[in-house]
């Protein structure tokens, strides 16, 4: 399997563009479902659960994502996961039981699994071996534009056909996606020769020099998660008019900064850039926590911004790096396995909080795990730098 040596090339850019739309496609229920959840009868916990639950079934099919499409035909794989992805969104039109609502969730979820990781592995085979970062880094970008632009999107929909209507659009640009797959020619990975028989266990699901960077980016999708699904509620209870333009904000602070936060990763190393999005981003949940005015809001896109935009894409960079070619489907599923665990506690656990606390102690929640997550990264820092002075 030839690579590139171009980075801005027609399949790179198909793949990432599909991969942005994978993920907005996921984005456009964030604030719908829990709206659509409350409108049925539902308290915020329940809606929470409903708009957190792809992740739990996400989170049990991710280790096997990575096996899957390291060890079978990818492309398969990935027509397969699109298409129960459209027909399970399909399918929450059709009834208003939460238990019956949740399963489809969870079927969503588990497809969702396979596709991502899928759009991901086939993107990273477009990429110049010169270029890893660089161009995992846009991949990354795309998924955080899309968590920027899904979410009013998706309200915008909803509000001008509703919410079932939606989930039959979602459905049909799921179908779409499909259309497009089909036509795009995707390589075999390449399996390294071997006469030995390789027994399947716990390597053949979970790529250990990965779970790091699945552990750091469980606070970015948690903080993620929650606002996404939750700040257009928060401002209706703060009357708090024009939220969505803090959608638009975010989106267009982060295309600006990511250039920027991709130059220092390259020049600096990762501390450069991920020390400073937890910072940024913990500041901004805990300003939410307490804005009631739509200038407090807009600061928070800004700071959100440059700690998503850089966050998240900066640690799918340093996992594609931490390992070789052959166990970059495991890594990726290792990698996403973090986002899952991060996305569905942040609506689940989130939502539990704001219905108990009110929002204001959801988002310091948010902000407590963004701490959390800055002290281990600083932890294992040191023990790295300990571990390579031990070696000299």
């Not at 708009?51 to 990575?66: D, E, M, N, Q």
């Not at 899928?118 to 890893?132: H, M, Q, R, V």
């Not at 998240?312 to 166990?327: D, G, H, W, Y």
């Not at 023990?383 to 000299?392: D, L, M, T, Y």
């Amino acid at each position: 399997m030839s690579r590139p040596t171009k980075l801005w090339n027609a399949k790179y850019l198909t793949f990432i563009a599909l991969q942005t739309l994978n993920f907005a496609l996921l984005y456009f229920t964030f604030p719908v479902i829990p709206k659509y959840s409350v409108s049925l009868g539902y308290d915020l916990a329940q809606a929470g659960v409903l708009a957190g639950g792809f992740a739990i079934a996400s989170l049990v099919a991710r280790p096997i994502t990575g096996f899957c499409i390291d060890n079978f035909d990818r492309k398969k794989v990935l027509l397969i996961a699109i298409t129960i992805c459209g027909l399970s969104t399909a399918a929450l039109s059709l009834t208003s039981n939460l238990w019956i609502l949740l399963v489809f969730r969870l079927i969503y979820g588990a497809a969702f699994a396979f596709s991502s990781t899928t759009l991901f592995s086939c993107g990273t085979d477009c990429i110049p071996e010169n270029k890893t970062a660089e161009g995992v880094g846009y991949f990354g970008l795309g998924i955080a534009v899309s968590a920027a632009i899904g979410p009013p999107i998706g309200l915008w929909l909803n509000n001008l056909v509703g919410a079932r209507i939606l989930f039959y659009i979602m459905a049909g640009l799921s179908i779409l996606t499909v259309v497009i797959i089909m036509f795009v020619p995707i390589d075999k990975i390449d399996k390294p020769t071997s006469t030995t028989k390789q027994k399947l266990g716990v390597n053949s699901f979970i790529e250990k020099k990965a779970i790091i960077f699945a552990v750091l980016v469980i606070p970015f999708a948690f903080s993620n998660g929650f606002i996404n699904s939750f700040i257009t509620m928060t401002a209706e209870e703060r009357n708090i008019s024009g939220i969505s333009i803090f959608f638009t904000v975010f989106a267009i602070a982060m295309m600006a900064l990511k250039p920027l936060s991709g130059k220092m990763q390259d020049k600096f190393g990762l501390s450069s850039v991920l020390i400073p999005a937890f910072i940024c981003t913990g500041i901004a949940s805990g300003i939410i926590s307490v804005a009631t005015s739509l200038t407090l809001m807009i600061i928070s896109a800004l700071l959100l911004a440059f700690g998503q935009g850089a966050g998240q894409p900066s640690l799918q960079s340093a996992t594609i790096s931490s390992v070789e070619k052959a166990r970059q489907g495991v890594a990726i599923g290792t990698y996403y396995l973090g986002l899952d665990i991060g996305n569905g506690i942040g609506n689940i656990a989130g939502g539990t909080v704001a219905d108990t606390l009110g929002y204001r102690g959801a988002y310091q929640l948010c902000a407590a795990t963004l701490i959390a997550g800055l002290i281990i990264y600083i932890i294992y820092g040191i023990i790295r730098k300990r571990r390579a002075h031990s070696e000299q």
